[in-house]
């Protein structure tokens, strides 16, 4: 696609339910980055996939987050058994590549990210 | 760890002014890259601006200049002939020069007010 994009865009849901967040990164972009970003503060990494491999899942706050990535495309954020405090917007980015430092081949694209509330 | 630092939370410049944000880093690296990121209501990240640190000269694209000053870990954002569209959220962002993932590390943001 000519984007990153991410579905939904934004989701209510009760403490204590499972929610799945989706991310379809640029067409032929090999690594894509989850990134969550509470109110008014700035974005905290969550996982790095390369293909579908996630050499550096370091930012998952918890077990109740897992990531996954088929096909080395779409993406999913699983939250299982929300908490208040998992509310955020969650951002996906997706880059050629994540294995070389030329910024011209990593540069990350942002989607619009997912506005997730937990009553 | 890395950690970088925006100590200005919220900002406000007239239209046509100049304004400079702010934004200072803590690293142990000699290579990496410096980002300026903005955010506007629509939630999407747009890159700003970018920095090689092995590169002493200032990057620059069009009203948006950095002050890039490697040795005072300082990386500041000076946006020239302010406009009404640059209102929006500006985040700072550091990423270490290696090819393990890349991810990047934001700072808490400065809100930019443009007033007409």
């Known amino acids: 696609g000519a984007g990153v994009s991410q579905s939904p865009s934004n989701k209510v849901t009760e403490k204590g339910k499972d929610v799945e967040l989706r991310c379809d990164p640029i067409?032929?972009?090999?690594?894509l980055y989850w990134y969550r970003q509470s109110l008014g503060q700035g974005l905290e990494f969550l996982i790095y996939?390369?293909?579908?491999?996630?050499?550096?899942k370091s930012g998952l706050p918890s077990d109740r987050f897992s990531a996954e990535r088929t096909g080395g495309s779409v993406s999913t954020l699983t939250i299982q058994r929300t908490q208040q405090e998992d509310s955020a917007v969650y951002l996906c980015a997706s880059s050629l590549s994540g294995l070389v430092a030329e910024p011209q081949l990593n540069e990350q694209f942002f989607g619009p990210g997912t506005r997730l509330t937990v009553l | 760890a890395q950690t970088v630092t925006q100590s200005q939370p919220e900002m406000s410049v007239q239209e046509a002014e100049t304004v400079t944000l702010s934004c200072t880093y803590d690293?142990?690296?000699?290579?990496?890259?410096l980002f300026w990121y903005k955010q506007p209501p629509s939630r999407q990240m747009i890159l700003v601006i970018r920095?090689?640190?092995?590169?002493?000269q200032n990057a620059t694209e069009n009203r948006f200049s950095v002050n890039f000053q490697k040795a005072a870990k300082s990386f500041s954002l000076k946006i020239s002939d302010s406009q009404l569209g640059d209102a929006a959220m500006y985040f700072c962002a550091y990423r270490i020069w290696d090819n393990a993932g890349n991810m990047l590390t934001f700072g808490g943001g400065t809100r930019l007010m443009v007033k007409p």
């Open positions: 067409s032929g972009h090999t690594a």
């Open positions: 920095q090689e640190a092995y590169k002493q």
């Open positions: 996939f390369q293909g579908n491999s996630a050499p550096d």
């Open positions: 690293t142990s690296e000699s290579d990496y890259y």
